[in-house]
């Protein structure tokens, strides 16, 4: 034995060294890749500025620049360095953006991207990056022609006027200054050129008004060229007048026989359309050149039976070709990179006819449950069999493995909401679709195409038509269950600025500029003019194309105070006309400083005057739980009473009531909605910590106990107050993400919903769905106006601070119950309160147990509220007179009806008999 394992063992080495004599030799270089960027900029101002780098399809983050190096060509002045760890990086490929700050600024709107093939035997690569130049160079003598200063910015202030501004001063010339305006080919006459004192500013005049439909370049001997952006010109009537398309059929529009296609692009040159087998790789099998026609629409028909199509838009804009997806697609290839000719009537599952909308008398009737399609079905815990996918949210029957609770759609079903409110599943940029093999992550608040179902989601993302059936059938199986569908959608910024395909076509048109620079609201590097007539007439078209071929049943607008008042109020009209029990909220703020002006922005404080929409209520939200941005700071359940009236400002809907003391609200020193109708209560979503997460940092010490109790009381309060009701999934079983305050692109491990959390918070559970069917079986806590809510609400004042106790009095809103008893109390020991009156009180809701079955009784004009919970009770004395009045009022028309109908039946028997007589 001991011989045969020798020989083994040397066989093995021998083994070893022949395999190993045949592998490439293994050095650091090859483990090691390092990303050097050398940033020069023509101004020498480098303060604050950073990179933000990431591997294709992947999560990026920031670098600072950690030296400077003298530049020996151009004497004195310098360059920034920075060297970056790239070794995590899976792919050949990289983006890098050179941004100012946290996103103040980007050095150019474009993405620049490069690949780490070019490193040398060292693994760096090295990057030469400057200012304004949107090509990165990988040797010293390669970038030094971009080193002379260029043309930073062009624009028309109007029809004859147009302002240049160069990176550098440029030596006085007299005359033109060297500058040319063309259109084309063609030299534009120019009557006057004015130079700025510091040598980089120019004003030119022209002799007649420029054509709004042409591009122009900007010319400057010594600086290049640059295209002059319209941006001033887009808001001018005689554009609109000259340019606004009013038509409903912008896109790819179908039949067997031949599909129409549709662009607006008024300020191109030329547009050809091409069209491929795939939506990724190959070449076209035809290239068409498009007609322009009115209102600057290029349209062009292409015969036979195009289903499957794949097809891009060539747009020539001021002398500059550019590729796009066509902004209508209703379908994409991998990646969205090529839009889909298709037939929607093949996509539909059996039985689509017959799925409709789900119906709201009004919009408080409305219980929201936030979902993101992956954190649902990724984790074992959810025994759905389709992780991840649009099939596996559309699964009924699902089932932990492990406990055997009810998980994603039945579990939702079994909880009681009304409605799923699914994180964008529009196709959105950060996942890389044709890398699936590698778990990926993202909340999707990157829009790439707005009109077409994400891809990662679908089990084929090469073929458009998969996406497109699968989300229809996963809408009709949450249908099926008499669950509403809501979609966020984000048409306040995309994923790209200048490269944009928005851009690409109509360049500045889509989006609010600030000189050639884009505004940046929504602290994602840019922000969309929804002002705009074309932009706005986009998102109309958008949100009722959703509604009408996917059943949609509600929106959710992501930074809704980016959008204007008057496009919002188009958004509902158009909506309530497809479906009247439509549901539109939105956040009423915007992600910073915006060119729109306030009185315009569809916030918070403007809200009344679109009377259709809601909006989040962040005043009680830090009001019950905390601040959201200040993680250790608590609130009215977790040890801060001072934050009662915030709570009672959401109590009662965000509406004006003269028990709230509005100077001590948190945001809202006055009521904001109008109606009930408009606010949306809740204390947790997809944004910052999870409740659960939150209560363990701001009421640290506590015991697991205590924090099932302030959850209890949070879902209380949210559940029984006017307005909205709105819950991130999970909350109702202490859902956690470990600790991550911003879990947008965070792994799996993260965001995966634990649904074993379910069976250890099984009460928390079971205490949120009694919640929740109270408030379906009682109209009290769904009052449709203000008028009602002050007529029946009225707070018990003479409370202590940690105490908030109110009535519900006169059968609110044909409520079954005459009056109806809640109170809230965080404390940490029992409070009495004064009831409305003396009488037997029955208990539905306690610290322990919710619903609408009597727990227990109480008889008097006091009750005790224990520490730490909620208690919701109804005067047992009217409840009963009233019920019995309804069963005598039902009867009686029940024996009515009946007798009536023993008439007729009476009436019409001798009738016959009379007529057979007759005939006799």
């Known amino acids: 034995m001991k011989r045969c394992s020798l020989v083994l063992v040397l066989l093995l080495v021998v083994c070893q060294a022949l395999s190993f004599s045949f592998l490439p030799s293994v050095s650091m270089a090859d483990e090691t890749k390092t990303v050097r960027v050398i ?125 240049v501004y160069l990176q550098a001063p440029a030596e006085a010339l007299g005359g033109n200054e060297g500058i040319r305006l063309m259109e084309g080919n063609k030299e534009v006459r120019l009557s006057k050129v004015i130079r700025g004192d510091d040598g980089k500013g120019f004003v030119l005049k022209t002799e007649g008004e420029i054509d709004m439909s042409k591009g122009y370049i900007i010319e400057k001997e010594g600086f290049g060229q640059v295209y002059v952006s319209m941006d001033r010109l887009f808001g001018l009537e005689s554009f609109n007048e000259q340019f606004y398309y009013e038509g409903n059929d912008l896109g790819a529009t179908y039949s067997k026989s031949e599909t129409v296609f549709k662009l607006w692009a008024p ?48 747009v020539t804009v001021g002398g500059k070709t550019n590729t796009a997806v066509d902004p209508y697609a209703k ?41 993101h399609v992956r954190d649902t079905t990724i984790s074992d815990s959810s025994g759905i069999k389709n992780k991840g996918k649009y099939a596996g949210m559309g699964e009924t029957g699902g089932k932990s493995p492990i406990s055997g609770v009810t998980t994603g759609l039945s579990h939702v079903k079994e909880l009681g909401a009304t409605h799923i409110h699914f994180l964008p599943v529009f196709d959105f940029n950060s996942v890389d679709e044709s890398r699936l093999d590698i778990p990926q992550f993202n909340w999707g608040y990157d829009p790439r195409n707005y009109n077409t179902p994400e891809g990662s989601y679908s089990a084929d993302p090469y073929n458009g038509e998969v996406r497109i059936r699968e989300f229809k059938e996963m809408i009709k199986a949450i249908k099926e269950q008499g669950i509403g569908v809501v979609m966020d959608v984000v048409y306040n910024h995309t994923a790209r600025s200048a490269d944009s395909d928005f851009s690409l ?167 904001y909605a109008a109606s009930p109708n408009q606010c949306i209560n809740y204390i947790s979503a997809h944004d910052n910590l999870t409740l659960y997460d939150k209560l363990l940092v701001s009421a640290p010490g506590r015991t697991e106990e205590d924090y099932k109790k302030m959850t209890k009381i949070g879902g209380a309060m949210v559940l029984t107050s006017q307005g909205i009701p709105f819950m991130l999934s999970g909350t109702d079983f202490m859902r956690s993400k470990k600790g991550d305050s911003n879990s947008y692109k965070s792994p799996d491990s993260i965001n995966a919903i634990d649904w074993e959390l379910k069976s250890k918070n099984f009460d928390v559970f079971e205490y949120y769905k009694g919640l929740i069917s109270l408030r379906k079986a009682h109209p009290a806590f769904r009052m449709p106006d203000a008028a009602q809510i002050n007529e029946n609400l009225k707070f018990i004042d003479d409370t202590s601070e940690s105490l908030i106790a109110y009535y519900i009095d006169n059968n609110a809103n044909g409520d079954t119950w005459k009056t109806i008893f809640v109170a809230f109390n965080a404390g940490d020991k029992d409070e009495t309160v004064s009831l409305p009156v003396n009488s037997d009180w029955n208990i539905v809701v306690d610290g322990e147990k919710a619903g609408v079955e009597t727990i227990s009784t109480v008889s008097g004009d006091k009750i005790t509220v224990p520490a730490m919970s909620s208690i919701v009770a109804y005067d047992a004395a009217t409840a009963a007179k009233d019920n019995s009045k309804k069963i005598s009022s039902r009867l009686a028309i029940t024996l009515t009806v009946l007798a009536g109908l023993l008439m007729l039946i009476g009436g019409g028997t001798l009738f016959i008999k009379k007529r057979k007589s007759s005939r006799s």
Request: hydrophobic share 35%; with cysteine; glycine share 10%.
């Open 505 to 671: 076509i109509v360049p500045g048109y889509y989006y609010r500029m600030v000189g050639n620079k884009f505004s940046n609201g929504s602290g994602c590097g840019n922000e969309t003019a929804s002002e705009r007539l074309m932009m706005r007439k986009f998102i109309v078209d958008s949100v009722c194309y959703w509604a009408r071929e996917y059943k949609i049943d509600g929106f959710r607008f992501d930074l809704m105070g980016l959008h204007d008042i008057e496009t919002m109020n188009a958004v509902a009209a158009a909506l309530k006309e497809i479906n009247p029990s439509v549901l539109l909220y939105g956040e009423g703020w915007t992600a910073g400083a915006t060119t729109l002006p306030q009185k315009q922005q569809a916030i918070k404080a403007n809200i009344s005057k679109v009377p259709d929409f809601a909006v989040f209520n962040d005043s009680t939200r830090d009001g019950i739980k905390g601040h959201v941005f200040d993680s250790e700071k608590p609130g009215f359940i977790n040890g801060d009473h001072s934050f009662k009236e915030s709570v009672k400002f959401g109590i009662v809907g965000a509406v004006n009531h003269n028990g709230v003391k509005y100077e001590q609200v948190n945001y809202d020193k006055v009521a």
């Open 39 to 163: 940033y020069y900029r023509f101004d020498q101002e480098y303060s604050t500025w950073n990179l933000w780098i990431w591997p294709k399809g992947g999560n990026g983050a920031s670098y600072q620049f950690t030296k400077e190096t003298e530049l020996s060509f151009l004497p004195g002045k310098k360059a920034v360095v920075a060297e970056v760890d790239v070794s995590a990086f899976n792919t050949e490929e990289a983006g890098i953006i050179v941004r100012k700050g946290e996103w103040e600024q980007k050095d150019i709107e474009a993405d620049r991207f490069f690949s780490l093939k070019n490193a040398d035997s060292n693994g760096i690569t090295t990057l030469y990056i400057i200012q304004g130049i949107e090509t990165i160079s990988f040797t010293e003598e390669a970038a030094k022609p971009f080193y002379s200063p260029k043309i930073e910015s062009a624009e028309f202030m109007d029809l004859n006027t147009v302002r």
């Open 267 to 314: 300020t191109a040159e030329a547009v050809t359309l091409k069209l491929f087998e795939k939506g990724q790789g190959g070449t076209a099998l035809k290239s068409i050149a498009m007609e322009k026609a009115e209102k600057g629409v290029w349209s062009t028909v292409v015969s036979g039976d195009l289903n499957g199509t794949y097809y891009t838009y060539e």
């Open 331 to 371: 379908a994409v290839g991998v990646n969205g990179d090529r839009a889909m000719v298709v037939d929607l009537s093949s996509t539909n599952p059996e039985g689509w006819e017959k799925v409709g909308y789900v119906n709201l008398e009004n919009q408080t009737d409305a219980v929201i449950y936030e979902m």
